[in-house]
């Protein structure tokens, strides 16, 4: 089964797994195809975190392939007299742009163990005949453009490509051709990962970041230095179940698990989708995202207490901090054991994400959270493709008011503070359940949600895919479709709830094994997407 975010890309997918290919094989054509029709989203100029179970050995196995900041990034590097700069500004400029980290993460999981079997060629072959024939532009394509040039003039690359004088988003159903990706994906299947990260491409990427009066400082000797990096994922039991994801640099596994612990001290499935298990969710959320915020950044560069946040005693008494019917004033960080004094940063920022999830007919599972960052991520463009404004997820601010460190502050080689949440879930064992979604910040409150419809509601994956959302990160925000009076009866145990929208809507992804051995997909209605068996 595929679930994906694009029915172009589901059908890629199972084009592949038709042919005997494996989840990673299938993986490869997915992001390819979701990198030509959703660009918006992902592709070959960003980053991903991808999650592989190996059905044969039990194994799991974390891919790291974050983008990373160049040599001449410096702390000030989104500062102007010592302030932070205008977002936007930023964004769009060549300072934004991260060395791109999908074609390596997926190259390293295709060869690892020989988990890929067809080939790169055979993997990227719908998505060359998509790039070279044409494909129809989406209805969210669409109103993408559109939002992102209400925010002013589109950069040169973005509105050459996606509208039709400069500023007028092209059409739904528009016929959108992009030889150039095709050849840039033909260079990548014959020569690897030297296709993209050496080369024409290379130099095309270095061209674009260097375009223009707001250059960035990515070199070829950034891009050629660049390594994917294979993990161990962090693991934690809840209830029955083990629950896998991503640590550091993202932020998201370590969220996800630590407001698990939280909730694992309270019984979820007799509180149900109602006021009380609501308020619970909520609380856990704002705990998690307290110590996310202090803590969370690339494990390399600073200390993150990743053993501490999901210790069972630390865990215990942030539990208890929570009353019954009562909202807590302040969701504050706590000290986990191993933390420093860290200054908080609530980075928000933009977010182009996508989240996939394919099981193959072994039982191999990829579970993959894919980005660009903002929509069309820098808006600049190389070889077909749009390059990423990854590096504005970083703490603009290096320090905090009082010049404590900030984790998440720009240096040279770090990789920026990340939220994405690939999830694989097990029970007795044996694959249960994976997950995932983009939404930046609002990733932790997707998955979470989503994992405890599952686990605790019993709810399938498109009913809790589908289930209303709530993000509690500073005020509570609710999805208009909320039940009213759970959020009444919310309202009068004190929880500040807002109307505004949390970041990007989710685009949630999952799959699961039923206890009658079937799999069972859920698509996000708020994408376009689609779960789907070959």
């Known amino acids: 089964m595929v679930a994906a ?10 084009e592949i797994l038709r042919k005997g290919g494996s989840a990673v094989d299938a993986a490869l054509a997915v992001q390819a195809v979701l990198g030509l029709v959703e660009p918006q989203s992902s592709g070959l100029g960003g980053g991903a975190f991808l999650l592989h179970y190996d059905a044969a050995t039990g194994d799991v196995t974390a891919y790291d392939g974050r983008e990373m900041a160049p040599a001449g990034a410096t702390p000030a590097l989104f500062l102007k007299d010592g302030q932070p700069e205008d977002f936007v500004e930023a964004v769009r400029s060549g300072r934004s742009v991260g060395v791109p980290g999908a074609v390596a993460v997926l190259m390293l999981a295709y060869q690892d163990r020989n988990h890929g079997r067809l080939g790169v060629a055979a993997d990227f072959e719908p ?10 532009v989406s209805q969210r394509m669409n109103a993408v453009i559109g939002m992102v040039a209400s925010f002013g003039p589109l950069p040169p690359d973005a509105a050459s490509y ?13 016929v959108l051709k992009n030889p150039a990706y095709a050849d840039t994906l033909r260079k990548i299947s014959e020569l690897g990962l030297a296709g993209f990260y050496r080369g024409p491409v290379a130099e095309a990427i270095v061209a674009a970041v260097h375009r223009g009066n707001d250059p960035g400082s990515l070199t070829l000797d950034d891009l050629g230095g ?11 039991p809840y209830r029955v179940y083990l629950v896998c994801g991503m640590g550091p640099p993202s932020s998201g596994g370590l969220g996800v698990l630590n407001a698990l612990g939280i909730l694992s001290h309270f019984d979820m499935a007799k509180a149900g989708n109602s006021a009380e298990g609501w308020h619970l969710m909520i609380e856990a959320m704002r705990l998690a995202y307290a110590d996310r915020d202090k803590y969370a950044a690339d494990d390399r560069f600073v200390d993150v207490p990743t053993a501490g946040l999901l210790d069972g005693t630390y865990l215990k008494g942030r539990a208890a901090l929570i009353q019954a019917d009562k909202a807590l004033p302040n969701a504050e960080a706590g000290m986990p054991p191993g933390a ?3 200054a908080s940063d609530e980075t928000g920022g933009w977010t182009g994400t996508s989240h996939f999830v394919v099981v193959d007919n072994a039982g191999n599972v990829v579970s993959m959270t894919t980005t660009v960052e903002g929509p069309f991520g820098s808006g600049r463009m190389a070889a077909g493709f749009f390059l990423n404004n990854q590096l504005t997820d970083f703490s603009f601010m290096p320090t905090g008011p009082d010049g404590t460190p900030v984790a998440n502050a720009v240096a040279a080689g770090k990789k920026p503070r990340s939220s994405m949440a690939p999830t694989i879930v097990f029970k007795d064992g044996r694959f249960r359940l994976a997950a995932g979604s983009p939404g930046g910040n609002a990733i932790i409150a997707y998955v979470l949600k989503t994992l405890v419809a599952t686990l605790d509601w019993n709810m399938t994956p498109q009913d809790a895919v589908s289930l209303p959302n709530v993000v509690a ?19 009068r145990m004190g929880h500040q709830i807002s109307d505004a929208r949390a970041g990007e809507a989710s685009g949630l992804h999952a799959i699961e094994l039923d206890d009658s051995g079937h799999l069972v997909g859920g698509a996000d209605p708020r994408r ?4 789907r068996a070959p």
Request: proline share 9%; aromatic share 6%.
């Open 340 to 342: 420093e004094k860290r």
């Open 473 to 491: 990160r500073g005020p509570v925000i609710i999805e208009q479709s909320f039940d009213p009076a759970i959020r009444a009866a919310l309202e």
């Open 226 to 236: 660049y390594e994917a990096r294979k993990l161990e994922p962090i693991c934690e």
């Open 5 to 14: 975010a694009n029915p172009h890309a589901v059908e890629a997918g199972l």
């Open 162 to 174: 996606l509208t039709t004088d400069g500023t007028t988003p092209l059409p739904v159903g528009y």
């Open 127 to 136: 998505a060359m005949r998509l790039a070279t024939e044409g494909f129809q």
């Open 528 to 531: 376009e997407g689609q779960a």
